[in-house]
């Protein structure tokens, strides 16, 4: 992830699904230049009823108005997360509001995980691995050279972001994991 305007870097989030689960992982660390201005930050959260969860990139402002958003299109359409980020991806390309923030996001369900950026890009994963931020890369590479190994979700994430915190200077190891059982 590229430094934003104001001097903030980077994140690492990780979306795996993989048998009958489907987890995201995130990063704590904020980072403003080279300073580490906290360590346990919360960059993943179940949404709504808890039947969708979201990590997200970017400037945390942001990223907390863009789960309200996406919190309130979820509610209008009744939990359908794909129209949901869809109608949401409009709204953000479209409003002059949404178009000046700074992050992306992972969201997934039991049925769909997605990727949702400014450009109004609804990116669904073709192997059940997303990664986002800063780290997001390594993490994503790591995490399909692990998927195949006799590791469930949850382990394949932490594994990679093990990878991307050993790689990434703005990725740590406190991490934040939400778990959706999808059978």
Request: glycine fraction near 10%.
């Given at each position: 992830?590229?430094?934003?305007?104001?001097?903030?870097?980077?994140?690492?989030?990780?979306?795996?699904?993989?048998?009958?689960?489907?987890?995201?992982?995130?990063?704590?660390?904020?980072?403003?230049?080279?300073?580490?201005?906290?360590?346990?930050?919360?960059?993943?959260?179940?949404?709504?009823?808890?039947?969708?969860?979201?990590?997200?990139?970017?400037?945390?402002?942001?990223?907390?108005?863009?789960?309200?958003?996406?919190?309130?299109?979820?509610?209008?359409?009744?939990?359908?997360l794909l129209?949901?980020?869809?109608?949401?991806?409009?709204?953000?390309?479209?409003?002059?509001?949404?178009?000046?923030?700074?992050?992306?996001m992972i969201?997934?369900?039991?049925?769909?995980?997605?990727?949702?950026?400014?450009?109004?890009?609804?990116?669904?994963?073709?192997?059940?691995?997303?990664?986002?931020?800063?780290?997001?890369?390594?993490?994503?590479?790591?995490?399909?050279?692990?998927?195949?190994?006799?590791?469930d979700a949850?382990?394949?994430?932490?594994?990679?972001?093990?990878?991307?915190?050993?790689?990434?200077?703005?990725?740590?190891?406190?991490?934040?994991?939400?778990?959706?059982?999808?059978?």
């Amino acid at each position: 992830m590229a430094e934003e305007k104001n001097g903030w870097r980077g994140t690492t989030i990780i979306s795996v699904r993989k048998g009958d689960r489907v987890v995201i992982a995130g990063d704590g660390q904020v980072s403003l230049g080279d300073t580490v201005i906290k360590a346990n930050a919360r960059k993943v959260r179940a949404l709504g009823d808890g039947n969708v969860v979201a990590g997200f990139a970017g400037s945390t402002a942001d990223a907390f108005a863009l789960f309200e958003r996406l919190e309130g299109k979820l509610e209008r359409y009744n939990g359908q997360l794909l129209r949901a980020c869809v109608e949401m991806a409009k709204d953000w390309r479209t409003d002059r509001y949404l178009r000046r923030l700074e992050a992306m996001m992972i969201v997934v369900d039991r049925e769909v995980s997605l990727v949702l950026t400014g450009n109004g890009d609804v990116l669904e994963s073709t192997d059940g691995i997303l990664a986002i931020g800063s780290g997001g890369n390594y993490a994503l590479a790591a995490a399909r050279a692990l998927v195949d190994q006799e590791l469930d979700a949850e382990q394949v994430a932490r594994k990679a972001m093990a990878i991307a915190a050993d790689i990434c200077v703005y990725t740590n190891n406190n991490l934040t994991v939400e778990i959706l059982d999808i059978k």
